[in-house]
């Protein structure tokens, strides 16, 4: 079966660096999201990554490695904004999504 | 600014109700879908639309059925509400780019309780 997972829930300080994992197992891959979700409202885009290699956008990066069917979404100089869920999300071969539960994250002071 | 707009933010109905959210976007997007979002699972397809009139079956569609008249707007129908529809549903849409690697772009969803 197809399958994306994600920790649950993670708690970090703000100003610090926060890495949230997701592994996937779907049948083919043809790339890999990551979208943030505040509570109650919509989830918005952050990365699609296809190709093996880290890629940085501002503060967030989002990591992907096909071999071992793992991502994972840096977050660095954490701000209490941050506080949110991230969704992870695996496009299989049919071009479907398959979505992770979220891991939310929390930002302490 | 895009926009993905659904009609009700909170709905709560009673069993063996129709129901009907309303779902519009004014990017002139070709895809949209309808999923929900329910705690401790992912992100569940229920359908999804290439094009005016266009329906497809996702993952979860017993129970729904959709609507798709005009390109802007798709329409998720509950035709007898039952309690384990009580949901968090929510819309998408997306270009029709190559092969549906397309950022989707979400409205703020529709919270249903049916009692």
């Known amino acids: 079966g197809q399958n994306i997972d994600q920790p649950t829930e993670m708690t970090a300080t703000e100003g610090a660096i926060v890495q949230i994992n997701c592994t996937y197992q779907?049948?083919?891959?043809?790339?890999l999201f990551w979208y943030q979700q505040h509570a109650g409202e919509a989830p918005t885009f952050l990365s699609y990554?296809?190709l093996d290699g880290l890629e940085e956008k501002g503060r967030f990066s989002s990591f992907l490695s096909r071999s071992k069917g793992y991502s994972y979404l840096l977050l660095k100089e954490l701000q209490m904004k941050d506080s949110a869920s991230y969704l992870c999300?695996?496009?299989?071969?049919?071009?479907?999504?398959?979505w992770g539960a979220g891991t939310k994250l929390i930002i302490k002071p | 600014d895009v926009k993905v707009t659904q009609s009700s933010r909170y709905l709560v109905k009673r069993t063996g109700e129709k129901v009907f959210l309303e779902c519009v976007q004014d990017?002139?997007?070709?895809?949209m879908f309808w999923y929900r979002q329910d705690p401790g699972l992912g992100l569940r397809l229920i359908y999804f639309?290439?094009?005016?009139?266009?329906?497809e079956k996702g993952d979860i569609p017993e129970g729904y059925s959709v609507s798709r008249e005009k390109k802007e707007r798709f329409s998720l129908i509950l035709e007898s509400a039952s309690t384990n529809q009580t949901s968090m549903y929510l819309c998408?849409?997306?270009?029709?780019?190559?092969?549906?690697?397309?950022?989707?772009?979400f409205g703020e969803g529709s919270r249903l309780t049916v009692l």
């Open positions: 998408a849409s997306s270009l029709r780019q190559r092969e549906n690697t397309g950022e989707l772009f």
């Open positions: 990017m002139d997007h070709e895809n």
């Open positions: 639309s290439y094009d005016v009139k266009m329906k």
């Open positions: 779907t049948s083919g891959f043809n790339g």
């Open positions: 990554n296809v």
């Open positions: 999300a695996g496009l299989d071969s049919n071009y479907q999504l398959i």
